[in-house]
């Protein structure tokens, strides 16, 4: 299969890379951060929010949109872009992690996973195919293959049978997908691509949407709206437990496939730090440097940074919005946790050196009382700061990448991972 | 005491009034409806989005701020105005109708109200000294005076009772706030007036942050930045139940107050629709023509245009967030039940004659999803629709009056209210 994603390198800093990822829906620039929109929104963030925060591409999770509102309904809206009226990239994970993590509700065999739902306890069965069937459905820019996430820990050969079915699925899923990914509901002629142009609901993003403070010189937000492809582009994942010998084999099977991209998954499942990095480090080695790497689940903003300098691409986290909601906030003087009583009369914004929408306008002492009294708009303004926050430290790799001053910005060696 | 407050009536219709109402923190264009922001925040709706849809003054409730996050935190961060970060108009209630509320945990004489909190069972007192004091604390342009409200239903000699301790109330919150009212956090020379401007959290608030779609012409956003009056107004509140004579007899005693504006309190208690109305009807007949009248707690889309009609200059109600919360959403067509399965597949904006931004963006599907996966944005986006179609009804409520059309355009008879 030819790869019909488009990824060129503009510039390098050692192994970290800044690319440039043109998708259907928009030009990404890598290295980059996908904020986690598991049931179809960004918890708590307005898509007119995340606009103009700069948000290029976000994710889904199959599992939770086929259980609601279901595969058919998204599909008919135009798909997820449609459904949630969200104009840039999307990437959708397989659910394999989410079935994987359900543990005694689930039962695996050749063919697929049988699951009960955590919603209701009903019966619902994932194979490679019925997977890329949904992933079709829902139409995003990326969707990933379905795969075993392995458990943590794993002995080799435990880690070896689950690696090589991953690979097998990986092939059922690339073979359903060539015959079928004309069905994606943007595909040229399925005359349901304009449904998510409704008249009445036109999307507002336009392209100066993002305020010039957080657009760095160099690092424009994709302002490309045709496609280059047509079609989503199918990436596969590198498991392998954390035996970095079934890992490279497990990556150089996967190359053969020629895919358009590879994640590396399997990882921040209850390993140590250390570890993760080890096996990130050594599967890197393995995957084709002219394509896209993606991390999946990673991590604290010092982890973003830290394996962007190792040449990852792309990652997402659902930290930022999560710990937001537990008013937990990223700072780049720390963490702060403001529900603490010290910030009750502080004046001051949660960031100093942030420039978003609720450092310019909202005090410490404000949010601490909107935390403190249980209200929604606490939980909304945290989650739009720490997604900032991440963005921005993102947009900051980027720069460094371009001017060769990586490691000088980012002392990765200081950060514990 | 003159009336430090002005109030231009600019056309009428009928017993309908279009009228400026010049505070210190902003012109405000009435008959206006004020959003409830309880605890310091508009329920789910973040200030940007409030100065977007044209909100000019809100409502904060005393009762629920002097318990949290108490008096002296607001009024060290310059009032509610610094506190929350919110440039244009504020009134705060007197609390009076939240501690009658507590019923069970409250025990009232003469001097005032003692009454435990909802929270945590403390016990607290208010009495008409001590509410103005956490009034002028928490600065905003409007205070009210702390009244009884009357319990529904309650014989004549009762009621009577009830709004002779209203009326010396009044009186002793008058005497009190004339002694004070210098103490207002932003007063001149207090020193404390530039503490919301703090240098790195300017307000973005901009005059023209209205898009030109939400603003009729001749209904301006308040331009108008600097104060003629430096002080709060006090507005004092008409009680005496469902008994005309005695509501009369309260408006004409308050009335000798010299008050710069009135509210009619003690409605929406249990009676039935007609009686309210009734009430407000009589009530109004005795309140001044040149002075700002205040519908408390009112009311359903129908019921602000229909009292706006009959002369009302500013209400407020918790309806259009708290139903929005629940699903309910108001539209040109009728209420919207969006839990409804009816709407799983609706790729229509939740009213067509609407320019909100949730209406410009988001399906009725979308929005139906968000609510029956329990997710914030739900609450958020219908809280801003419901909000945005209560301040458009108002706006053609005041294009209506200047224009003279106004029982033409909302046949006050057809309502049932």
Known sequence: MP?????????????????????????????????????????????DALDELGVQILLGNTYHLYLRPGVETV???????????????????????????????????EDGVQFRSHLDGSLH????????????GLGADIIMAFDECTEYPAERERARQSMELTVRWAQRCKKYFEEHKHEVPWAPGSGLRASYEIENRKSKIENDSVPSIQRPVNDPIADYRLPITDYQSLFGIVQGGMHPDLRKECAQRLVELDLPGYAIGGLSVGEPRHLTREIVESTLEHLPKDKPRYLMGVGTPEEIVAYAGLGVDMMDCVLPTRAARHGLVFTSEGKVNIKNARYAQDEGPLDPNCGCKVCARYSRAYLRHLYATGEILGQVLNSVHNLAYYLDTMRQVRQSIELGEFRNSFPVSGLRI
């Open 3 to 47: 790869s019909s994603l488009q990824f060129d390198i503009v510039a390098t800093a050692g192994p970290a890379r800044r690319a440039r990822m043109h998708l259907p829906h928009a030009a990404v620039e890598t290295p980059v951060f996908m904020p986690v929109g598991t049931q179809g929104t960004v918890k708590g963030i307005p898509q």
């Open 75 to 109: 599909r008919k809206m135009g798909g997820l872009h449609g459904f949630m009226s969200w104009e840039r990239a999307i990437l959708t994970d397989s659910g394999g992690f989410q079935v994987w993590s359900l543990s005694g509700m689930r039962q695996l065999n």
């Open 125 to 136: 069965s994932f194979t490679p195919e019925s997977v890329m069937e949904a992933e079709i």
